[in-house]
T-cell receptor, first 116, second 110 residues
Framework: GNSVTQMEGPVTLSEEAFLTINCTYTATGYPSLFWYVQYPGEGLQLLLKATKADDKGSNKGFEATYRKETTSFHLEKGSVQVSDSAVYFCALSDRGSGGSNYKLTFGKGTLLTVNP | EADIYQTPRYLVIGTGKKITLECSQTMGHDKMYWYQQDPGMELHLIHYSYGVNSTEKGDLSSESTVSRIRTEHFPLTLESARPSHTSQYLC?????????FGPGTRLTVT
């Protein structure tokens, strides 16, 4: 079956530090890959996605590249802000085309705290 | 901005009570989902629906039940709440515009 393994937290960084949250996956076929963010007290919001190999998703300064050869989708940001403090979830869908319509398999989440 | 709503946002109830968590969306999405989120943050799919009168159990066994009588409404019911049901419950829907999550209901059973 499908699975997602992401870096365990918590991760604590100072403002303007570089962020990497690792994510690897196991799936049959060609899944779509996602990063979701959950701010305190809120639901999940889609941060970025990639639907095929070598695609790069980007949003709000965050980036992640779909690497089929390493089955990875690591999240990066060059300079984090206090407002980036949240829980980040890596996820995959079990259909390749678009993928947003289908069930998601989530990683366990990584809590990021950014200090001023 | 996502148009998916959950009520209540917070609920504290006693053991043995029957409760219904409401979820509604105004996007006309056919597919809707319920996820249970552990205190340790991990998300588990417990129910989903591909349309009216369609409901399926998810990856994690749950004592809750769901119904889908209308496209926009996907309530989740616990007939007899127990402390082990204490969790955050997230509703989601998906369609052509993508997948959207509600703000969640944080349930505490005492």
């Amino acid at each position: 079956g499908n699975s997602v393994t992401q870096m365990e937290g918590p991760v604590t960084l100072s403002e303007e530090a570089f962020l990497t949250i690792n994510c690897t996956y196991t799936a049959t076929g060609y899944p779509s890959l996602f990063w979701y963010v959950q701010y305190p007290g809120e639901g999940l919001q889609l941060l970025l996605k990639a639907t095929k190999a070598d695609d790069k998703g980007s949003n709000k300064g965050f980036e992640a590249t779909y690497r089929k050869e390493t089955t990875s989708f690591h999240l990066e940001k060059g300079s984090v802000q206090v407002s980036d403090s949240a829980v980040y979830f890596c996820a995959l869908s079990d259909r390749g085309s678009g993928g947003s319509n289908y069930k998601l398999t989530f990683g366990k989440g990584t809590l990021l705290t950014v200090n001023p | 901005e996502a148009d998916i709503y959950q009520t209540p946002r917070y609920l504290v109830i006693g053991t043995g009570k029957k409760i219904t968590l409401e979820c509604s969306q105004t996007m006309g999405h056919d597919k809707m989902y319920w996820y249970q989120q552990d205190p340790g943050m991990e998300l588990h799919l417990i129910h989903y629906s591909y349309g009216v009168n369609s409901t399926e159990k998810g990856d994690l066994s749950s004592e809750s039940t769901v119904s889908r009588i209308r496209t926009e409404h996907f309530p989740l019911t616990l007939e007899s709440a127990r402390p082990s049901h204490t969790s955050q419950y997230l509703c989601a829907s998906s369609g052509g515009s993508g997948k959207a999550f509600g703000p969640g209901t944080r349930l505490t059973v005492t």
